[in-house]
């Protein structure tokens, strides 16, 4: 069973960042890409960010292409997205993903095993 356990989420100032991290367990993490989704009050999840398992494939939304960042560190096993400019509508609870196979992919329904998610608000 693979757990995938988020942090860094907060409050923050619009305009501020974060920097969220997903560990996982297992020792075969490069062997799978990993996604950021999103998910705020009333809406479905989104996808946000994704990369492959080396790292060569790396797919953003348009909404965060351009302010946040997707990173891995495979020794580590954990995925990373930096988030800067920081805009009240990026509020939202935040969930990394593992992908069914290395390719970076955009659709949830080819992630299977998800993490608990971390809340981050951005204030006006």
């Known amino acids: 069973q693979v757990q995938l356990v988020e942090s860094g989420g907060g409050l923050v100032q619009a305009g501020g960042s974060l920097r969220l991290s997903c560990a996982a367990s297992?020792?075969?993490?490069?062997?799978?890409?990993m996604g950021w989704f999103r998910q705020a009050p009333g809406k479905e999840r989104e996808f946000v960010a994704a990369?492959?398992?080396?790292?060569?494939?790396?797919y953003y939304a348009d909404s965060v292409k351009g302010r946040f960042t997707i990173s891995r560190d495979n020794a580590k096993n954990t995925v990373y997205l930096q988030m800067n400019s920081l805009k009240p509508e990026d509020t939202a609870v935040y969930y990394c993903?593992?992908?069914?196979?290395?390719?970076?992919?955009?659709?949830?329904?080819?992630?299977?095993?998800w993490g608990q998610g971390t809340q981050v608000t951005v204030s006006s």
């Open positions: 993903a593992r992908a069914r196979g290395v390719g970076a992919r955009t659709a949830p329904s080819l992630y299977d095993y």
């Open positions: 297992g020792r075969t993490f490069s062997s799978y890409g």
């Open positions: 990369i492959s398992g080396g790292s060569v494939g790396i």
